[in-house]
């Protein structure tokens, strides 16, 4: 990576990438549409996507080694390969004030109908800029979509089939849902792990820092609290 990799963030990388200064990037769906954008990318036509690599080997939480993967260790693994996407930053939703004016509510409901319907949304989602990405079972099978933005056809399969892969997987990962779950990550984790890649903070006192750090939090707004609302953002129920 570049010299100053450390203190990127994710609008510099993708500047990297259309730019041609990179080879490979992780990231949501936006870095596919940017790349078809003639006014900033020069590599259109030669850009691929893919759901993020699988692994072979699982973490046996019993024994805390890693493990062959099989039916037992990985029952969602695709020919011998475990595949855990990551749906990082949890999506977009809409959401009106109960306690604001009818008319103001009414206002935000025309707003968020007309952002949803396929007439714009269809426009949105091959416009990298937006932030938007396919969400809709049409824009998936819609290849001319993708097409008319720019994409060639193989392109515009390669780029919905990896997303595709990524939101039917029954092995998603879903990104922390607890009350200040930005605390957790953004503010304590990646502080942590910015010091330990800058050779700041040795590993051992960057999971330190990250332990006491959380444990801090959870105390603050109630351990029992916090419990609650991670069970219940998994579906379970005890």
Known sequence: GPPDELVLDVGDTRGLFVSGRTALSIDWGDIGTLAIDPEISVVEGKVGAVILPGTTRVLD????????????TAPYAVDGVNHAPFAAFGGWSGA????VDPKVKDAAYAFLSYMSQPAQANIDVTIGITG???????????????????????????YLGAIEASLKSPNMVLDLRVPQN????????????????????????????IYDGWEEITEELGREAQREAYLNSLGVER
């Open 132 to 158: 938007y990405n396919p969400y809709r079972i049409s824009q998936f099978e819609n290849i001319d979509l993708w097409v008319e933005a720019g994409m060639s056809p193989e392109a515009a399969r390669d």
């Open 61 to 72: 939480r019993a024994t805390g080694k890693l493990v062959d993967v099989d039916e037992t």
């Open 182 to 209: 930005a605390r957790y990550q953004q503010v304590v984790l990646d502080t942590a792990i910015s010091q330990f890649l800058a050779g700041e903070l040795t590993r051992e006192q960057t999971m330190k820092q």
């Open 96 to 99: 009106i004030n109960a306690a």
